[in-house]
């Protein structure tokens, strides 16, 4: 029998913070298996975790995924579980953070307010709901306990949701923007070659773009003029391209460059991309 | 059988060296479950190191806790075995970093120098005794080795403690300090809510009191007139406030800002407390 | 029966492409152990790469051991897979990577190209092969497949090697260069302490050596007078020392300080040590 698993992303940082709630679901769930997708979200950043945790738990065995980007810790705003139509259940704040990677997962199949006292912790702090609510409750699924246990159903329509922009086809062109920063510096941008080529036509390598960023603070527009590659190995080093990237969605990137910080681009960017 | 754990907290930082000391316990006790409390601990910052193994490992089921913060490394610092009262067994140098932590474990039950050097690496380097030492050692407890084991027992009042300065009521206020600034820039001050109440009175919820921080460097104190808060949901975005953290300890934040940054203050500051 | 064993370097960094890996390896050895080495790697230094890689895996019980450092991803550059003297598999990408670490293992004993469609996700990318082919071929490996099975046989010496430069007695001194700078800001150094004996004679304690970096960028070298010790303790607080590493290696530090820092000098920077 397979051990139970249970994926988990914050924006904890360094500190003890993702350890202690490690430490609480292993009280609980001994023999779990938790994967950590990463704790270094950037901080109160709802939609940087979102998108990451989107991408990220597809590839897993299905399971449970806590997931702790919180500015609102305290106040009104609901603990929720989201049971996917995958069979996983996803924890954490209602704030938008877990409806990507439920819509990623098949969809909503029943959600949840986190109200069962008997599986958080006796004292719950206000602060600090990964440990005290999130992280047990999770450790209760993972061995066996029943979703229906964790609170009163909710309408899935009732849940807050980030205002995501998409990709819109306008003029011959695509209106996209930011959707986040990778490590390497690479922009994602929103929407997947499909949508370009249904704005300009066919995508061939080489042929060239007008890709325009911002206004982004007090500058106006940046443009570069990029050519469209299957592969970085088409493009010189440190020079621009615009491509599909792995998760199938459109990007931009320097090869083997940093192209957030060349450009001074943060997630939430506007970007326009029409024919050169 | 649940599988023994391990728990390990260092300030080696992303090179490899964490992941060396995982692979040599690993090769001794191959079933452990080995849990990074933190590897990003400030170079050298034994009292840092000490915090977060005090807050953290409370959380943990009982079992052997291996700390490596150790700028004394090669020097006539003993290499030390502590047996708590719940049980764990803490390693690492005798620096103080172990001292905070066995006081939240209950205290110190009998503690021994590290000496068996048949469950040390055959050759032991001067600079890294995480390696050669404390992760063996560690690993053997785990498989089942005597804590009796490890070396001669010492007298707990000879081991090196770290001088944390306490909260003090002064002239109708609270002198504290402050013990960490976690990667929020949240600011964890010295002593509880209780120590303050003693001092000034109850503490409701938007009652203000004044902060000042320093003398730190050239400058003289800064201070600010802030509300005691039980929520950061009390609190307008980017404002400041007094609060009890979720372990139970005062401390100062901006709420969804970095305080630590704003301004420019680091761990050790002396913080003083007053009604406004 | 013990779990199989997995390590996994990349310079992935913070996001969640290393998770991405886990879970794909997970999904098909749901019972191997996966130790991160680091995913910190600088990005795209292979060097670096390489060398976290030889002085980690000796640490590790023998096993499958995948590393993704890959400029080169979606180029010519091929995938390959490395049998060891030792017995473990090394997989990732023919740069260089791992060279060093196959020589630590006893040097390489088959090498072959991943080819094995079946092995690897059924749809691959040109930007992801940790994904794609690395991780999953690991994973086949991990739960039994045979090492014949990944693809065909290649010749060892056709693989792409680093240009790694060592240590050269010249002039009654030795030529050395930095390896690695690590997270303590140490620099390690190529060659061994009995490289530097050939050269100069016994290395006692104490004695004094005049060390020269540089050039680096458009500055002259820079020179220290400094001694050679057995142990940090030797040294005065923030002083520099040339010693031997806990890896066996020839290193040059600050006593609790950031040399690299101080002199900012970077990995690749030429060292010239000779006799004060």
Not at 23 to 46: E, F, Q, R, T
Not at 171 to 185: N, Q, R
Not at 194 to 212: I, N
């Amino acid at each position: 029998m397979s051990r139970p698993f249970i994926s988990f992303l914050t924006d904890f940082g360094p500190d003890s913070a993702a350890a202690i709630c490690r430490g609480v679901m292993l009280s609980i769930a001994p023999k779990a298996n938790i994967v950590d997708i990463s704790h270094s979200v950037k901080k109160y950043a709802i939609r940087d975790g979102a998108y990451l945790l989107s991408i990220a738990v597809i590839w897993f065995p299905v399971g449970v995924h806590v997931a702790v980007v919180d500015p609102g810790v305290g106040t009104a705003r609901r603990p929720i579980g989201l049971k996917t139509q995958r069979g996983d259940v996803l924890i954490g704040p209602d704030n938008g953070l877990l409806l990507p990677v439920a819509e990623a997962l098949g969809g909503i199949d029943e959600a949840r307010i986190l109200e069962n006292r008997e599986w958080m912790l006796e004292k719950t702090s206000s602060t600090f709901h990964g440990r005290d609510i999130f992280s047990p409750i999770a450790a209760h699924l993972a061995i066996g306990g029943k979703f229906e246990a964790v609170g009163s159903k909710i309408d899935p329509a009732s849940l807050v949701a980030l205002d995501i922009p998409g990709a819109t086809a306008r003029d011959g062109g695509l209106d996209s923007s930011v959707v986040y920063v990778d490590s390497f510096g690479n922009l994602r941008l929103a929407g997947v070659p499909a949508d370009l080529a249904s704005a300009v036509g066919d995508l061939q390598s080489g042929r060239r773009f007008v890709v325009e960023f911002g206004p982004t603070g007090d500058r106006g527009p940046q443009s570069e003029n990029v050519p469209w590659a299957r592969t970085f190995g088409e493009i010189e080093l440190g020079k621009p391209l615009l491509y599909e990237d792995s998760f199938g969605h459109l990007a931009y990137a320097d090869n083997q460059g940093n192209v957030a910080a060349r450009l001074g681009i943060a997630s939430g960017t506007a970007v326009r991309i029409r024919p050169a």
